[in-house]
């Protein structure tokens, strides 16, 4: 049975990928297109040069210090994780790209495959423009 979606945070069907929905948990179904395994940084760690302070990011270099610097960080480390991603075909011939974190998700998706996916509806820079993605959650 499908959840609520007047009280449960899961969204269910392709027609609620709407701006509405941004940062909300949906589930999709669909079938796996294709499907790609790459390296990924989840941490750098930078320092700043008139200070000693050290930063740590998810993406981007710090803009500013508290002492007053501004940019020209230096990077110490980055921290990787196997990612996963996956174009997964809608029933409305969409195509909605998901992205999956951790080692867990590795190996167990192949292509034409039917799936269920939980995850949070992001917006963002793609390769084919601005648009709708997945950050996957669960496989079903």
């Known amino acids: 049975m499908a959840p609520n979606t007047k009280t449960s945070p899961y969204i269910q069907t392709h027609e609620l990928l709407r701006v509405k929905n941004l940062g909300q948990t949906i589930q999709v179904h669909g079938k796996v297109l294709s499907s790609e395994e790459y390296p990924t940084v989840t941490e750098m760690k930078y320092e700043c ?71 949070i509806l992001k917006m963002g820079s793609l390769s084919q423009g601005e648009g709708y993605y997945l950050n996957g959650e669960s496989l079903h």
Not at 105 to 119: H, M, T
């Open 49 to 119: 040069p008139s200070c000693g302070a050290i930063f740590t990011s998810e993406r981007n270099e710090p803009r500013r210090c508290s002492c007053g610097r501004r940019g020209s960080f230096r990077l110490l480390d980055k921290t990787y994780t196997d990612a996963l991603c996956i174009d997964l075909e809608l029933k409305n011939g969409k195509v909605l790209p998901v992205y999956f974190h951790g080692e867990e998700f590795l190996g167990k998706i192949k292509e034409n495959e039917r799936v269920l996916i939980s995850g």
